[in-house]
Structure formats: C-alpha cells, structure tokens
C-alpha cells in the first residue's frame, strides 16, 4: 500500500475538516489548497471547485478544438453523523486495511480516486478528450449552492462520471424523486352531532388511491415508480371534526415516466391539494449506444440502476455513477473504506478514461475514412 500513501492520507486530513452540506467552506479550502499545490488552475463557485478548461481546449491556431469533454465529479459535503459512532467520526481511524470515519465511503473515496485519475491522465489524455474535474458542494441536500451553481459554467458536457460509492459498479440509470405535500379540506363541525365534513376521511380516501396506483410502462435498469404516503396530521381537539389534514407523498420515477408526468397521475386519483416542493430530480438513464455504454461493455463491467439520488439527478447530460466503496455503508455508524478500495477507485477510473480513448479514436479514424471514401 505504499505507493499509494499519499492517497490515504489526503483522505485522512478531509475527514479531520467537518464538511457538513452548506458549512464546507474548511474543507473546500483544503481541497483548493491542495489541488493549486498540485499545479492545478482552480475556478472556485461557492464552496464548489472546479479544475479544467470549462469552455473547452484552445488548439494551437487558437480554436476551440472538437474533442469530447468529459466531467469526473464528486462532493465534498456529508450528512452530520448518526447516534452509534464508537470513535469520534471526525478523527479518523487508520487501521491495517482500512479508514474509517464521516464521509469516508461517501464520497471521500471517490474524491480522493477522482482527483488521483485526474492529475494521472489529464495530460495523457489531452489529445482525444477534454477532462474537467468538479468537486461539489450540497450534494447531499440537493441544495442551490452545489452542482446547480455550476452547470451553467460548464457548457456542453458530453459524458460525465459521477463519483459514488457503487463498488466501482457503474450505475448507468437512477430513480427520481418527488415529494408532494397534499392537504384534504373538509368543514369543520361537533364529532357528537356528527357535523362537518371529515378532512381525515378525505385524505383517507387519497391514501387509499394512490395505494392502487399501477404504472405499466416497464425500465430496462429500474423498479417501477411508486408512491408512498409517508407523514399525516389533522386534528385540533378529540370532539371536533376536522376540517383540514395534511400528509406528505414520497414519489419514486423511473425513466419512462417523468416527475411532471408523475404528477398529473397521482393528482387525477386524488380530491387533496397536492403541491410538490421540486420537480427537479428527475429519474435519469443513459442511451445504449452513448460512448460510455461501449466503454463499460469493453471494460467488462457490470451496469445496473440505482434507487438512490445523487448529483447525477441534476445533470442534463448523459451520465453514469460509479465509484469505490459500499453503498450500504454510508450515513451509518462507523464508515470506512477499505484501502483495497480506494486502489480500485483509481484504477477502476483510469480504465474506464483509456477506453474511452481508445473508443473516441477508433471513432475519429472511422469518421476519417468516411470522409476520404466520400
């Protein structure tokens, strides 16, 4: 493990720096540091750090060359730690194989991989592809400082690798989500007089039908969309009829139906007021013949869909997730990486990047030839 060190202890100092999502401002701090250290050129947006040419590579003539640009993106931010740390979650615990500590496995090892493959292969690479690295904020909030801030900095993207813990298994499709606060009105009246109208019952009736909701159209990669009623309230008094209930939808898309056509279905079944607090997540998948689904098929990695959410969801270009480490670990007691990880993390992403060289030029020579037969 020596040789990769220093890896280890780049992510052993980001556990050290509290990163909660909206105060990552320390640890942003570290990671510019660091990455200028590095010789790097860094374009900071909010607590978001972005390192490559956004706008694409100059060729010697001083033209913007028509390379593939490609994004390797990871956060920096985690969720606060849950009851049941043995250590504090901030110091973190070097052991013979492995790190444990907040943010360790989400997504501090694939920060760690990203920025590794990138200082790697950025140079190598230069020739077929541009290679822009962004390390995020709020990503585990969703929130407008994260990703959402810097999209529109980016221009066109043509394929981006977002960094999760996947077990370097890419996910090439995501669930979307929706929540709905509904609220059932009735009329308020005396519960011994048997008055009003119950809002209670109403709601009841909602509950009921979106229960019964079947969607038919089938995804390649993910489970079928669903909805769940997860919190209701109502009442003021034990004898009076309430006249308004409250309850919240939990909304899962797949990418054969979008968020807004989520919507109307459930609305249709439903007498409630039902207002989403954001339609922006949306469910996403990647097209079969996208250069990253030949890079995975001649990688001989498996792809799959993924129920679980990540910048990936924000991206309105064709993405995949993938990255060291196990899903089942995060926002749990005692994280960790293994270190066997963190190597595979690395190599798993210098891979798949030199396939992809590999596919954009046997494309570029194919497009030659067409052009000479022509």
Known sequence: MKKHSSHIALLAEMIAIPAYSREEEARADFLEQYLVSRGFSVQRIHQ?????APNGSLSPAGKIEAKPRILLNSHMDTVKPVAGWKSDPLRPQIGPDRITGLGSNDAGASVVAMIATYEQLSVTLNRDMDLLLLISAEEEISG???????LPLLGEIDGAIVGEPTGMQPAVAERGLIVLDGV????AGHAARNEGENAIYTAMEDIRAIS??????????LPDPGAQVTMISAGTNHNVVPDLCRYVVDVRSNDRYSNREMLEVIRSVCRAELTPRSTRLESSSIDPDHFLMKAIRKCGIRPYGSSTLSDMALMPY?????GPGDPSRSHTAGEFILFSELEAGLSGYTSLLLTLKEVFRKQKNKESADETLG
Do not use: C, D, H, T
Request: proline residues 6%; hydrophobic residues 40%; glycine residues 16%.
């Open 144 to 150: 407008p400082g994260g990703i959402s801030a810097v």
């Open 318 to 322: 064709p993405s995949i997730k993938m």
């Open 48 to 52: 978001n750090l972005l390192v490559g």
């Open 184 to 187: 059932a009105r009735g009329k």
């Open 212 to 221: 019964g909701l079947k969607f038919e159209k089938k995804s390649q990669w």
